[in-house]
Structures are given as C-alpha cells and as structure tokens.
C-alpha cells in the first residue's frame, strides 16, 4: 500500500479516530460524565471528574490524555490569577467529534 493509502477497507481518507481499545468501566464513566457536562453547558476538570466518577486519578487523566490525543476534547489552562489560593486546574470540554463518540457509546448494547 502506498503512503497515502488507507489501511481501512473502505479506504475511507478520514477514519474515526478511537481513544480506546477496549472499553472499561472507568472509560465509560468518564466518558458519561463528560457528556453530563456538555449537556449542562459547561467544562469539567480533573479532579472533579475523579471525585464523581470514582475513577482514580492516575487513570482520569490517561484517559483524558487519550481522548486529547484523539481529538475528543479539547483543554485550557485557567489563569491562575482567578483563584489565586489554589493550583490552576486545566477545564476539558468534548469536541462535536466527542460528542458523537460518547453517545455512541453510551447508546451501544451491553455485552
């Protein structure tokens, strides 16, 4: 195949990128918790997405790293001259992409 081929079958020159490989259960809670805030027009930030996900930390922000990877979301830095008492935290908001993928998810049958 050459370098600009695909390696779909349906040489599709855009494919879907996926964040994960395998679904997991902190996958899936994050994912819904992200979609939550979307839906109530608003971004979302580590630590927040641990303590009502229940997902560790470490694990929040690997899958946060691959959804960004994936262009699933997007990130900012908030100033840190916002909240002076406290670290700055990065806000994470899903992308039209994320959107779609995160209801397909949630909408898919359980195995």
């Given amino acids: 195949m050459g370098e600009n081929e695909s390696n779909n079958p349906s040489n599709n020159p855009t494919p879907?990128?996926?964040p994960f490989q395998r679904l997991t259960a902190p996958a899936l809670a994050l994912v819904e918790f992200l979609l939550y805030a979307n839906q109530q027009n608003r971004e979302t930030y580590g630590w927040e997405i641990h303590?009502?996900?229940g997902v560790g930390t470490a694990t929040t922000y690997k899958l946060l790293k691959r959804l960004s990877n994936a262009g699933m979301i997007t990130s900012r830095r908030e100033l840190i001259l916002d909240h002076p008492e406290r670290p700055a935290r990065n806000y994470f908001t899903l992308t039209p992409e994320g959107v779609d993928f995160a209801r397909s998810l949630l909408s898919a049958p359980k195995r």
């Fill in 51 to 53: 303590t009502q996900t």
């Fill in 16 to 18: 879907q990128r996926r």
